[in-house]
């Protein structure tokens, strides 16, 4: 974060800067469909757009069918695919890929003696939403899990003053503070929910262990840690799984996770003393 505001002076110019304009549900509802034309899955997703939602975008099944609902006050024109890439490349495809699988319900997750899906599941959503980006800063993923850090020693209050080191704007800011502090009783007290720390723990995890990783096979065999990823291989039902687009390629892939690693200043050291504390 701290190198963000030394580049850019503020995340409100880095936002504009990288992002781009906010677009209007024209553009947003454009590029949604060429999104899922490219991904073969027109017509599979009701989207839904709003101005009300805490996050950026949001995947469920609702009345049985998946929907994504898309929030409009962040849509930015460069930024956007990214979201798409998080929400329907990585979360809707291993959705629909694990329900192949034998460990598609509880049972056989148990059967099969699976890790949690999480981190891996948010970490390689957001490595997505930065891929192919300019300047692929972890920003985002990096302030939700200071926030919540500081939400467990700081009240409401305290906390959004706190955050106004790093994001100027008072609605981005109370945003960012609600999250941390959602299922609080007495927000003036110190207290976190802690899950939004999920996105940069996995973001790490991934990094490091990303030479050895299968990526192909870790979006087909569905919602799965990447620790589960081999011995799974020979219990994986592949017919008919969908890979995205943006998988096909692993060299171009890879080459892109380096850059995010270059242009953040990790390294496989650095991972290692982050992953051990």
Not at 33 to 59: F, N
Request: with cysteine.
């Amino acid at each position: 974060m701290e190198r963000t505001l030394e580049k850019y002076g503020s995340y409100e110019k880095f936002e504009v800067i990288n992002g781009g304009r906010l677009l209007p549900k024209s553009r947003i509802w454009n590029q949604v469909r060429k999104y899922m034309e490219k991904e073969g899955c027109l017509g599979e997703i009701v989207i839904h757009l709003t101005d009300d939602l805490l996050s950026r975008a949001s995947m469920m099944v609702v009345n049985g069918r998946p929907t994504l609902t898309i929030n409009i006050t962040t849509a930015r024109e460069h930024w956007l695919e990214g979201m798409l890439r998080h929400e329907i490349g990585t979360h809707y495809f291993r959705g629909i890929n694990n329900s192949q699988q034998p460990w598609c319900n509880w049972n056989g997750r148990k059967k099969y003696g699976l890790k949690s899906a999480n981190p891996t599941e948010e970490g390689l959503a957001s490595i997505h939403s930065v891929l192919f980006r300019k300047d692929p800063l972890l920003w985002r993923a990096a302030l939700l899990y200071y926030t919540v850090y500081q939400a467990s020693r700081m009240s409401f209050s305290e906390l959004f003053q706190d955050v106004g080191k790093f994001v100027k704007d008072p609605n981005t800011r109370w945003d960012y503070c609600v999250r941390a502090k959602r299922g609080q009783t007495d927000t003036s007290l110190p207290g976190c929910f802690s899950k939004d720390q999920v996105y940069l723990d996995g973001i790490f995890k991934i990094l490091r262990h990303r030479q050895s990783i299968d990526f192909q096979h870790l979006t087909a065999l569905g919602k799965i840690s990447f620790e589960d990823v081999n011995r799974l291989k020979e219990f994986a039902v592949l017919q008919t799984v969908r890979i995205p687009h943006f998988l096909q390629d692993r060299s171009m892939y890879m080459e892109q996770l380096e850059k995010i690693m270059e242009v953040n200043e990790l390294t496989d050291a650095k991972l290692d003393t982050l992953l051990s504390c």
